[in-house]
Structures are given as structure tokens and as C-alpha cells.
């Protein structure tokens, strides 16, 4: 039996043999639950004070519109702090914010602003704890393991999403509301306490940290270059535009179509997180036989069966089951963008362009929970369903056009090794800007493949920084050639080669295979002189 075969057959659980993702890992799914219970409380609760649809589909909006806001900065924080330290604040701020919902629930204060106003603060701390935690999954476990770690995520919640809710509506039909935030309170404690107790070791970097604004600068520059990032994250955004439907409408798929209450409310997330457990399980083999695309296209279809089938039934049993094909599909497509992401991304920059990637699809669930809100207020429950099955289809045959690729492995890990040019004059890390030039010899012979290695170098400098890159040809002698880009400071310029692969470090044999011998490429590298007035 081969290596690949067995790691094949330890498949989704193979990451929990590191003691520390097993540790952080167990304890988040504790405060999962809590979460998911809080959640069944506030969307019940706001049914029960709220006289407005969209208000009540508010509710899962202001848990996710902090991500969209807050991302970039928090990815930005995550690659240059530390991520355990950020992780403890972020939870920190979810505990804090569920304490004081306890204290003003036992005061008898309440409304539908206060409801969505700590819905918000819960969303700003897993805005500030979730990119670190999945940018800290590269640091905790090999790289072969990525996959079944993202997956793992998911199938972990939706594994606690089967219990939580049920839990959360038999506890706020029992005791109430305040019980419920008590105990959700009480769960974020064991986060809390693993981060303390568990540390993990961080490739640690030669050089000093980054700047915020350069930090997030070349996080929305890699992302905006990265077609594979852009096309995920575009899907990924549809996608929870069109299907977010299903959860954010269920309460009052409960209260209005099945005429039942909170009990019955758990019952139906709980069919929803088993569909999401039975395909997260299944996950790694279907990975192995199915392309990602023809994954997320099976997704969209199991959503939209769901939403079109909650639009049409007046029955819990068939709801239940109906959602359960929804939970499926919710789990493999969010799973296979994540993963998609995260293969994607050197480690550098993995935590921005995980919060770029959750900004906007965290985005288009708050928006679709407002779009299917609205729909649902000034039509009906049934027509903001029927539409949502219609467009989350019209996701599925965008594949023609934007297709996922089909990632297995990462080939964008820094080689590490760079020799820093010998200089006359004293610069400082923040001396700058610097503009380096580069001169080529290549003879009309060459012209076309030389224009080939230089575009594949331009997308590569750019990518890793490098600014304004431009390739100019000399009018008079049209065998030089003049490579020129810019970097904000002299440290910019040694981050800019310190990220740089192997497999970019290439370009520069190919280039030098096409110039003729004794004309080799020459760099110059310059400084800006700042001039008194």
C-alpha cells in the first residue's frame, strides 16, 4: 500500500493527530455550540418582538456584515501578528459581547436594534478570530493535510449544528432566552482556555514586520492578481447571495409555513447540519473522483432542490429531509472554496486573502439575507424561496464561464533564499522609494520568447510587490531591452525576493539563456533623494 493510499485512508480525520489542531479544534466546536444555540435565541426572539420580516432576516446579516468590513484589516493583522494572540481576542470580544446580552437580558432591556446590535459585535469577534484560525491551520499541520483540515472546519460545525439548534430551541422553550446566553456565555470560555494553554511554532521571518497599509496593499494586489482567488471568491460570493436563503428565511419558514415554534425550528437546523455532517464525511472521496467544479455544480443543485422544496411544503418531516439535501450542499461548496483559497496562497499572505475571500462572501450572505428578506415581506415566503432556488441554479451554470479550478497541491511556498546586493550607500529598511531597472541584450531571434518570459515575470513581480513594472525598448538599439519597477522602501525590495519561488527564480535561467554570452542582465538598483526646498 502506498504513502498517497494511506493518507487516503486516514482522509478527513487525520488532522486531529496533531495534539494542538485537536485541542483548538475540540474547544471551538464547544463554543460553536454555544454560538448556534445564541442564534436560535436571538432569531426566535426577534420573531416574537419583531413585526418586520426583514428585521428578523436582519438577524443572520449583522453576524456577517463585521467580516465584510473588518476583513482586509484583520487579514493584514493575522500574516504580521501573531495569530494566536489575535485568535484570543477575538474571542474574547465574542465572550464579552454575550456577557453583556446576559446582563441586559436579566434587566428586562430588549428590542430588535439590541438584538442586532450584539449580533454584530458576535460577528466582529469572528472577524478578528476566524481568518487567523484558518491561517494558522499552515502553521499547525503539512501542507498535504490542508484539505481535510478545511473540510474538517466545516463537517465540525455543521456537526454541532445538528445538536445546537435542537438544543438552543428545547432550552428557550424550557427556560427562555436568558438561560440560553448564559450558557453560550459559559462555552466560550473553552476556546479561550485551549489558545491559552496551547502555543504552536510560526516559520519566523529575517525581517521586520510590515507596515498595515503596505501589509494590506499587497494583500488586495496578490488577490486582484490571483485569477484562481478571484474566480473563487466570485463564485463563492453568488453562491451565498443566491442560497443563503435557506437559513436566513427558516425561522419564518417555521412560524408562518409550518405553524410551529422554536422546538420545531431546532428540529429543522438539525436536519440541515446532518446533511452537512453525512457529506462532509464523504468529502475526501468524492475530492478524489469528482473535479471541484463538478462538486460546487452538485452543491448548487442540492440548495436549490431545498429552497424550491421549503417553498412548496407545509409538512416538518419532509422540510427536515428537504433541508438535508440544503446542509449537504452548503457544507461541499463552502469546503471546496476554502480549500481552493487556501492551496492558493503562499503563507505571506494566506490570512489576507482568506479575509478578502470571507469579506465578499460573507458580504453577499448579508446581502441575500436582506435581498430574500425584502422579497419575502412584499411578496411572499414562497416567491423569496422559489427565486432563490432560480438564481443559486444560474450559480451552478456560471461554471461555463468562470469555471474553479481543480486544486490539489500549493506551488507558491517562498524559497527562502535571497543574497542581498552589496551597497554604497547607507540605506535605512524605510530608505525608499527604490527603483531597480534591469537592462537585457536580445536579439531579434529571441524578441518573442523574451516577450513570453517577461510576461510570466511581470504577473510574478507583481504578485510578490513589485510596483508600476513596465518593459521598454530602446528606439535607436532595439536589442535593449529595460525592465523597470519600484518598491515603496529598501526592506519592500528585500520582502519582494524573500517571497519569490523556486519555480520564479526559473525566469531568471530562462533570461539568461537568451542573452548572448558576456551580456548578461544587468540590475541597477536606485534610491529617491529627498531634496530640501
Not at 427558516?250 to 436536519?271: C, D, E, F, H, T
Not at 523597470?484 to 529598501?490: G, L, Q
Amino acid at each position: 500500500m502506498t504513502a498517497a493510499t494511506e493518507d487516503d485512508k486516514s482522509g478527513l480525520l487525520a488532522p486531529l493527530e496533531n495534539p494542538t489542531f485537536r485541542s483548538v479544534f475540540l474547544a471551538s466546536q464547544l463554543s460553536s455550540l454555544g454560538w448556534l444555540m445564541q442564534t436560535v435565541a436571538l432569531s426566535w426572539l426577534m420573531v416574537t418582538i419583531a413585526t418586520s420580516d426583514v428585521m428578523v432576516a436582519l438577524v443572520q446579516a449583522a453576524s456577517t456584515l463585521p467580516t465584510f468590513f473588518l476583513a482586509i484589516v484583520v487579514g493584514a493583522m493575522a500574516d504580521n501578528y501573531n495569530r494566536r494572540i489575535v485568535m484570543i481576542i477575538g474571542r474574547s470580544l465574542m465572550m464579552a459581547a454575550s456577557a453583556m446580552l446576559v446582563v441586559l437580558m436579566a434587566l428586562g432591556i430588549t428590542n430588535p436594534w439590541i438584538i442586532l446590535a450584539f449580533s454584530f459585535l458576535d460577528g466582529c469577534g469572528i472577524a478578528l478570530a476566524d481568518p487567523a484560525w484558518r491561517a494558522s491551520l499552515g502553521d499547525m499541520l503539512e501542507r498535504r493535510h490542508l484539505p481535510s483540515a478545511v473540510t474538517l472546519l466545516n463537517v465540525g460545525f455543521n456537526t454541532v449544528r445538528s445538536v445546537g439548534p435542537a438544543l438552543g430551541g428545547l432550552i428557550v422553550a424550557a427556560f427562555g432566552p436568558l438561560v440560553t446566553f448564559a450558557l453560550t456565555t459559559l462555552s466560550f470560555v473553552a476556546p479561550l482556555t485551549a489558545l491559552w494553554r496551547n502555543k504552536w511554532k510560526v516559520p519566523c521571518s529575517s525581517l521586520p514586520r510590515e507596515e498595515l497599509m503596505t501589509a494590506i496593499y499587497d494583500g488586495l494586489r496578490f488577490t486582484a492578481i490571483s485569477a484562481e482567488i478571484k474566480t473563487t471568491t466570485a463564485r463563492g460570493t453568488l453562491f451565498g447571495l443566491a442560497s443563503t436563503s435557506i437559513l436566513a428565511l427558516l425561522p419564518l419558514v417555521a412560524r408562518g409555513q409550518l405553524k410551529a415554534g422554536p422546538v420545531a425550528y431546532g428540529i429543522l437546523m438539525a436536519g440541515f447540519g446532518a446533511g452537512a455532517l453525512v457529506a462532509g464525511l464523504t468529502n475526501p472521496r468524492l475530492r478524489r473522483t469528482l473535479t471541484q467544479e463538478r462538486m460546487f455544480v452538485f452543491a448548487c443543485i442540492a440548495c436549490a432542490a431545498c429552497a424550491l422544496a421549503l417553498a412548496l411544503t407545509a409538512s416538518l418531516a419532509t422540510a427536515t429531509a428537504s433541508l438535508a439535501f440544503g446542509g449537504a450542499g452548503w457544507v461541499t461548496a463552502w469546503s471546496g472554496l476554502g480549500v481552493n483559497v487556501q492551496l492558493a496562497s503562499p503563507r505571506w499572505v494566506v490570512g489576507r486573502t482568506i479575509s478578502i475571500y470571507s469579506a465578499f462572501t460573507y458580504g453577499g450572505i448579508a446581502a441575500g439575507s436582506w435581498l430574500w428578506g425584502s422579497v419575502a415581506e412584499n411578496h411572499s415566503l414562497s416567491w423569496a424561496l422559489g427565486c432563490s432556488a432560480g438564481a443559486t441554479i444560474l450559480v451552478a451554470a456560471l461554471g461555463f464561464k468562470l469555471p474553479i479550478s481543480n486544486r490539489f497541491e500549493s506551488e507558491l511556498e517562498p524559497s527562502g533564499s535571497f543574497d542581498a546586493p552589496a551597497v554604497a550607500l547607507d540605506l535605512k529598511p524605510r530608505s525608499g522609494p527604490m527603483l531597480i531597472t534591469t537592462e537585457y541584450s536580445i536579439s531579434d531571434d529571441n524578441a518573442d520568447l523574451f516577450l513570453d518570459v517577461m510576461r510570466r515575470r511581470r504577473h510574478v513581480q507583481s504578485r510578490v510587490g513589485a510596483r508600476q513594472w513596465t518593459l521598454t525598448r530602446d528606439v535607436r538599439e532595439p536589442s535593449r531591452w529595460l525592465e523597470t519597477y519600484r518598491t515603496p522602501t529598501w526592506m519592500d525590495y528585500h520582502r519582494l525576493h524573500h517571497r519569490l519561488t523556486a519555480a520564479d527564480k526559473q525566469l531568471d535561467e530562462e533570461l539568461l539563456e537568451l542573452t548572448p554570452q558576456g551580456h548578461p542582465p544587468r540590475t541597477t538598483i536606485r534610491v529617491r533623494q529627498r531634496m530640501r526646498s
